[in-house]
């Protein structure tokens, strides 16, 4: 044992319990016929947990962790903290980029030399404690050598480099029985059109993606390939804007069937969407793939990865991907991380434990939203006129023949009331 929490054990379901527990967040409570930890699936991210320093943009390190450092005996004991709290939490699941888990090294070889030794370590805790791996992906944003860009740099050594190491990272996940492999394109973008040439980076960035599910399938990688929606942040545009823009990339690909989202709560605000609506919206499209779970400082604005404690906001979250069937090879990851001045052990313990409640309540309100037909029942009422012979013909009909029909019915609709309040009041009931 590391020591780094102290004497912590594993967190219990205990509404009444005075220190760190779930108080909502009951693992084998069955919901809608499934138990509670197989619909939400958590996940902890790597790097906001045990890579991030404190930092902020007018401040650097406030966290003093005993693995940080770039050496290799800090990589082997930052694992063995990682899995020391996934126990602690009961966590089902984790999530990490390359560069978290090992120092840099002087190439490239031995970057994957040190990534390969942490991985093996994986494997073997992994199989120890029976952790998962929801999804492995590749940094390429964070060294200076993608600042301008990943697969869409003018440079086509960075484009190399960049399929290197996510094809490095996706044998890796392989390997580790990931269930997903997840692409954010944090630099895949512009910071000005002046010097950017956006036809190419998009041609540049598709035969990318295509390369990745070839790959795929070449070593029989059973996982989703998933990409992450963000507008902007770092650059001033990013290409895969949305669910919608990623959709059409995808088209234009002709990836659509082979490729889903990993959509972000914080990101869809800063797109300007609900997180719901870019769930449902990939629901749709049948692209829903898994959630990076957090929130946003509304005030600020800013894509501030906290964890996420609005309970009404979640449940209708959950409503959408409950509405989808579930997860499949998806889960909630917790793409969280403390605010700079929570210094202590435990309070990465708390934040996990109380963005799970969160996420457990959420759950139950949608579930038993779902199952009391409350909302739907008012939606497909609202839509019943299309279930009749005539709407359903008319959509394979033709504009002249339409305009003959409004003219001999003297069709002249009346507006009917949309009860958007009556709808919130219900919503308001469950959460
Ligand atoms: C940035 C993000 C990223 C992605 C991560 C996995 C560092 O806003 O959300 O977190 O989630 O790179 O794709
Ligand atoms: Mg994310």
Redesign the pocket.
Do not use: P, Q, S
């Given at each position: 044992m590391s020591q780094f929490f102290g004497d912590m054990t594993p967190l219990t379901f205990n509404p009444d319990a005075d220190g760190p527990a779930f108080r909502h967040y009951n693992p084998e409570e069955v919901v809608l016929g499934k138990k509670m930890k197989d619909h939400l699936r958590f996940a902890v991210?790597y790097?906001?947990s045990f890579a991030w320093p404190g930092g902020d943009p007018f401040g650097g390190q406030t966290f003093d962790r005993p693995w940080f450092g770039e050496t290799m005996e800090g990589a082997r004991l930052k694992a063995e903290v990682a899995f020391e709290m996934f126990q602690i939490l009961g966590a089902p699941y984790f999530?990490f980029?390359d560069a978290d888990i090992r120092p840099e090294g002087a190439d490239f070889a031995e970057s994957r030399r040190n990534f390969e030794e942490i991985i093996d370590i994986f494997g073997e805790k992994m199989s120890q404690t029976g952790v998962g791996l929801l999804w492995g992906?590749a940094?390429l944003?964070s060294h200076r050598r993608f600042m301008s860009g990943a697969a869409t740099n003018p440079d086509p050594d960075v484009f190399a480099w960049s399929a290197a190491t996510v094809k490095t990272c996706l044998d890796a996940t392989h390997k580790l029985g990931g269930e997903n492999y997840?692409?954010?394109g944090?630099r895949e973008g512009y910071e000005t059109l002046l010097n950017t040439d956006m036809g190419a980076e998009l041609d540049h960035m598709g035969r990318f993606l295509s390369m990745v599910v070839d790959y795929k399938h070449k070593i029989g990688f059973k996982g989703t390939i998933l990409i992450?929606p963000?507008p902007q942040?770092p650059t001033k545009h990013q290409y895969d804007y949305d669910v919608a823009t990623v959709y059409s990339n995808l088209q234009r690909f002709g990836l659509e069937k082979e490729v889903k989202l990993?959509i972000?709560q914080?990101?869809a605000i800063l797109a300007g969407h609900s997180f719901e609506h870019e769930l449902a919206l990939a629901r749709e499209l049948g692209v829903l793939g898994s959630i990076?779970m957090n929130r946003n400082d509304y005030q600020s604005g800013w894509?501030t990865?906290q964890f996420p404690n609005n309970v009404p906001e979640v449940a209708l979250a959950y409503y959408e991907i409950l509405k989808a069937g579930g997860f499949e090879t998806g889960g909630t990851n917790f793409?969280s991380k403390l605010r700079r001045q929570s210094l202590d052990p435990s309070d990465l313990i708390e934040a996990h434990a109380g963005a799970m409640d969160v996420c457990a309540r959420g759950l139950k309100a949608a579930a038993k939203m779902l199952e009391d037909d409350a909302l739907e029942a008012e939606r497909r009422a609202r839509y019943a006129g299309w279930e009749t012979p005539e709407a359903q013909a008319m959509l394979g009909s033709d504009l002249e023949s339409i305009t003959e029909r409004v003219l001999a019915e003297g069709i002249n609709p009346e507006p009917r009331s949309g009860r958007q309040e009556k709808l919130e009041n219900i919503v308001n009931r469950y959460v």
């Open positions: 991210a790097w906001h999530c980029h992906t940094n944003f997840v692409l954010w944090g992450e963000k942040e990993n972000e914080g990101h990076d894509d990865d793409d």
